[in-house]
């Protein structure tokens, strides 16, 4: 799930996760938390300049694999966040 908020500013947009403890113990999260900060990154320039993004990771994120979680990550920000 992800939520977009598009700010007045210039600046570069700001990445944010939420990965509860459905996801699993610390390790799956902070696990699933790199791996989506890394997709992000690689994803910032189709994001709009000054947007604050929240991204909510699901307990499956924790069984996918990166492909997959690449692919949910490119469709949430084209379809919520496009520059």
Do not use: H
């Amino acid at each position: 799930m992800t939520y977009v908020n598009r700010v007045v500013t210039d600046g570069p947009a700001r990445f944010g996760f939420i990965v509860s403890k459905q996801v699993g113990g610390a390790v799956v999260r902070n696990t699933v938390r790199r791996r989506l900060k890394a997709l992000c990154f690689e994803s910032i320039e189709a994001v709009a300049p000054g947007s604050d993004i929240v991204i909510r990771a699901l307990p499956s994120a924790a069984s996918a694999s990166f492909a997959d979680l690449r692919l949910d990550v490119e469709k949430c920000l084209a379809r919520r966040a496009a520059a």
